[in-house]
């Protein structure tokens, strides 16, 4: 089945500054990979997805880049702001939805 | 005007006792699934089930199964329940395998 691979696991920036978090999959036919944010003691909610027929998506300060060829995917949090502050979860779907470990994000003001 | 829904929100029981936990979409989506979150936030697939397939992650004791009166629900029972069961519990549905899932609020599961 597929496996995903996620780093880092936690990850602490100053407001304003940009964030990174990198996943990697197995399964070479995967072809959804959503990205979820997750509250504190709060659901799931998806905050940007990407296709396998796309390779950049891009929705204000959220940012995800797709390469096949890797298998690797990229989540970019530009201008950060302390709301930005929750556990990020990458997936993959490939037999079915495989999720990261997960990063916890802390934005400092 | 919830869209995934769950109950209870909290769940707190013996060991050995058998529970269930009931969730409903209003979202008319055809796929749902059942994810455990343990207490260092790894998020896992339990089922995802539609009308015409279960698939069930190879790692799910068979203490668990899901439920389905209709498309709208999909409950998890699970039986004999062992300390390793407390977690986190959340269901989810989507159009179909490919596109946003919509979570529900959770049950927090703990086994004593």
């Known amino acids: 089945g597929e496996n995903v691979e996620q780093h880092p696991s936690t990850l602490s920036v100053q407001e304003g500054d940009s964030a990174v978090i990198k996943c990697t999959y197995s399964?070479?036919?995967?072809?959804?990979f959503p990205w979820y944010k997750q509250e504190l003691g709060k659901r799931p909610q998806l905050i940007i997805d990407?296709?396998?027929?796309?390779g950049e998506k891009k929705d204000q300060r959220i940012a995800v880049t797709l390469n096949k060829t890797a298998k690797h995917f990229s989540l970019h949090i530009t201008e950060t702001q302390p709301e930005d502050s929750a556990v990020y979860f990458c997936?993959?779907?490939?037999?079915?939805?495989?999720f990261g470990a997960g990063t916890r994000l802390t934005v400092k003001p | 005007d919830t869209a995934v829904s769950q109950t209870p929100k909290y769940l707190v029981t013996q060991m050995g006792n058998d529970k269930s936990i009931k969730c409903e979409q209003n979202?008319?989506?055809?796929?749902m699934y059942w994810y455990k979150q343990d207490s260092k936030k790894f998020l896992k697939i339990m089922f995802s089930?539609?009308?015409?397939?279960?698939?069930i992650n190879e790692t799910v004791p068979n203490r668990f199964s899901p439920k389905s009166p209709d498309k709208a629900h999909l409950n998890l029972h699970i039986n004999s329940l062992e300390l390793g069961d407390s977690a986190v519990y959340f269901c989810?549905?989507?159009?179909?395998?490919?596109?946003?899932?919509?979570f529900g609020p959770g049950t927090r599961l703990t086994v004593l």
């Open positions: 989810a549905s989507s159009q179909d395998e490919v596109n946003e899932q919509f």
């Open positions: 399964d070479s036919a995967s072809n959804y």
């Open positions: 990407i296709r396998s027929n796309v």
């Open positions: 997936a993959a779907r490939g037999y079915d939805m495989r």
């Open positions: 979202l008319g989506h055809d796929t």
């Open positions: 089930y539609n009308n015409k397939e279960l698939i």
